[in-house]
T-cell receptor, first 114, second 112 residues
């Protein structure tokens, strides 16, 4: 069974440019998460989807970040415009759903903003 | 609010040494507790978990016991190997909730 797929793995952009990250969860997983992991820190939740509905986006900086999960499968996280402080690893995870479902993580996208 | 405090690293051990990575937590309810491991270039993987007080999670020679009286979930392994070199994250999830709260991670390097 394929795991959570993320692309790109690495991205370098200049500040004020837009950037997008893509995530394909494990087949059949209804719940999808985006996390932000700063250097030397643990992951922090940005947004959680149940199918196509964003059920927890309280930590998503909505002035520059947006996300979508059309059709309840793949998801895209976008930053526009990027700032230097956005340099981090963006992790996607999925779970079968329900509060007891184990979360499976993708390898992440490492973003560097110059 | 919920939080996890993890032993700061990095930790460097010789092969076959004993490992302890401390983790304490603050939670409003009765959380489940987890240890995740992140090998170089890979995503986080669940290493072990415990869902109630006094439960012991174990996997791949690693163990951690859910201690409610000390709000702790320390990770231990009796004899580490070079292949255990990774970053280890302690995390909690409140009962009935989906979201995980992670500690800052502890980098372990095992030298031959």
């Amino acid at each position: 069974e394929a795991g959570v797929v993320q692309s790109p793995r690495y991205k370098i952009i200049e500040k004020k440019q837009p950037v997008a990250f893509w995530c394909n969860p494990i087949s059949g997983h209804n719940t999808l998460y985006w996390y932000l992991q700063n250097l030397g820190q643990g992951p922090e939740l940005l947004i959680r989807y149940e199918n196509e509905e964003a059920v927890d986006d309280s930590q998503l900086p909505k002035d520059r970040f947006s996300a979508e999960r059309l059709k309840g499968v793949d998801s895209t996280l976008k930053i526009q415009p990027a700032e230097l402080g956005d340099s981090a690893v963006y992790l996607c995870a999925s779970s079968p759903g329900g509060p007891a479902g184990e979360q499976y993580f993708g390898p992440g996208t490492r973003l560097t903003v110059t | 609010g919920d939080s996890v405090t993890q032993m700061e690293g990095p930790v460097t051990l010789s092969e076959e040494a004993f490992l302890t990575i401390n983790c304490t937590y603050t939670a409003t309810g009765y959380p489940s507790l987890f240890w995740y491991v992140q090998y170089p270039g890979e995503g986080l993987q669940l290493l072990l978990k415990a869902t109630k007080a006094d439960d012991k999670g174990s996997n791949k020679g690693f163990e951690a016991t859910y201690r409610k009286e000390t709000t702790s979930f320390h990770l231990e392994k009796g004899s580490v190997q070079v292949s255990d070199s990774a970053v280890y994250f302690c995390a909690l999830r409140e009962t009935g909730a989906n979201n995980l709260f992670f500690g800052t991670g502890t980098r372990l390097t095992v030298i031959p």
